[in-house]
């Protein structure tokens, strides 16, 4: 018996990347909720095995997405569970069954989702190598849940849609009410995008897949974007302060005006300054090189919030998130100009959706949180184009394309 989860131990995710689809006869599931990139984590595996599914679909939290791609894959037989006032389905299980006649079992905390499989401080129990005695109760529960619960039907999936576009619209109508108050503060950063959106940005992401894909390779960024974090990362070891911000403005986008914004910097430098590496390098000097250092310690460590408290002038959540990506590009994502931009383009107006007055204006949490939706999509549709990079330094990269081409675009600005 091994204890999986966070922070101390592997995740279900890192347990599931392990697994050989070619050993596995049978994969059981029951959840209690799944989401787009919770399914695209385990997608590749069970499309190569035969898959039994049970769900609770509960509007709240479950995405309709994957249980239509469930329903169209020959591999998987899903069914649901519907809460009602008295019973909510909610447990936590994955049996696997080898040709060998040997199974594997997971029980504990984690659902079908990303959050669940990867992100979250989860806690399982996974029992490896059980002979059919030592399975055959789980197995025995879940057939029995199994057999209780009702098919899965496009007709269901199109009605839970629709009250999962109800859900959202009314969690919006929620955040634009305490938008104003000390409530705010205790908002989820998780990101609710409406169908309406998702097939917007699909059909956006498949016009353009094409030329997009071209543009990609013409422009040789698998390695240049590669070249990029390889230099940040060395500078950042050495304390070659103007050499880092220097890549930072010259190669991501971000305006090396960014500084001015700072009044310090404004009074002691003048608004004309950055123009140069030699006013980079007068101007950064007025920061302590120690609060530099600890800057770069609290983004290796993922550590947000240190990083953010330390307020060094003219550097803000723009320029950290670009360090963030370079060293944590699967999860966090880069808000620049480009970005800013892209998220009106394909998610439309952040006030009528978010309740945002602009996408700049938005936390970065929340702000990142819509970068993770949008990447799915991206994945879904187009496709990774350079495993040498992180995935949301890639999406960036999407985002240069259409700044690039936004004079053929209806709509962007």
């Not at 385990?42 to 329903?71: A, F, G, H, R």
């Not at 269901?156 to 959202?168: M, Q």
Request: charged share 30%; glycine share 4%.
């Amino acid at each position: 018996m091994e204890l999986i989860g966070k922070p101390e131990t592997k995740t279900l995710w890192d347990l599931i990347n392990s697994l050989n689809p070619d050993d596995i006869e049978e994969i059981c599931i029951a959840t209690a909720y799944i989401n787009r990139k919770g399914f695209n984590f385990i997608k590749k595996l069970i499309e190569k095995v035969n898959t039994k599914i049970v769900v609770c679909l509960d509007p709240s939290v479950t995405d309709w997405e994957p249980l239509q791609d469930m329903i169209r894959l020959k591999s998987i037989n899903c069914r649901h569970y519907k809460p009602t006032s008295d019973t909510y389905f909610h447990p936590k299980m994955y049996i696997l069954k080898y040709k060998s006649g040997e199974y594997d079992i997971i029980l504990g905390s984690s659902n079908l989702t990303h959050g669940g499989l990867r992100d979250n401080i989860e806690a399982n129990l996974y029992f490896e190598h059980l002979k059919y005695s030592d399975a055959k109760d789980f197995l025995a529960f879940f057939d029995k849940i199994f057999k209780d619960a009702k098919p899965l039907t496009l007709d269901i999936i199109n009605k839970f849609r629709t009250a999962r576009d109800k859900y959202i619209e009314n969690q919006r109508k929620w955040r634009a009410k305490i938008q104003g108050t000390k409530a705010k503060e205790l908002i989820p950063s998780t990101t609710l995008l409406t169908s309406a959106q998702i097939i917007k940005v699909r059909r956006i992401l498949k016009k353009e897949k094409g030329k997009y894909i071209d543009w990609f390779k013409k422009e040789n960024h698998c390695v240049n974007r590669k070249r990029h974090i390889d230099n940040i990362k060395r500078y950042a070891s050495k304390g070659d302060w103007k050499k880092l911000f220097d890549e930072v403005w010259s190669v991501s986008g971000l305006r090396r005006g960014a500084l001015v914004r700072s009044s310090v910097f404004v009074k002691k430098c003048g608004r004309t300054a950055f123009v140069t590496k030699k006013e980079i390098s007068q101007c950064l000097a007025r920061i302590n090189e120690n609060n530099l250092r600890d800057w770069i310690s609290y983004i290796q460590r993922k550590d947000w919030n240190g990083a953010s408290r330390l307020s060094l002038h003219g550097i803000g959540e723009k320029i950290q998130s670009e360090l963030f990506c370079v060293y944590h590009g699967d999860e966090y994502g880069i808000k620049n100009d480009k970005s800013i931009r892209a998220l009106k383009y394909l998610l439309g107006d952040p006030k009528d959706n978010f309740s945002y007055k602009s996408y700049d204006s938005m936390p970065y949490s929340y702000f990142n949180s819509l970068l993770n939706e949008l990447v799915q999509l991206y994945l879904e549709v187009i496709g990774r184009q350079c495993n040498n990079i992180p995935i949301l330094l890639e999406l960036d990269a999407f985002f240069w394309y259409l700044y690039e081409n936004r004079k053929r675009l209806n709509g962007y600005e």
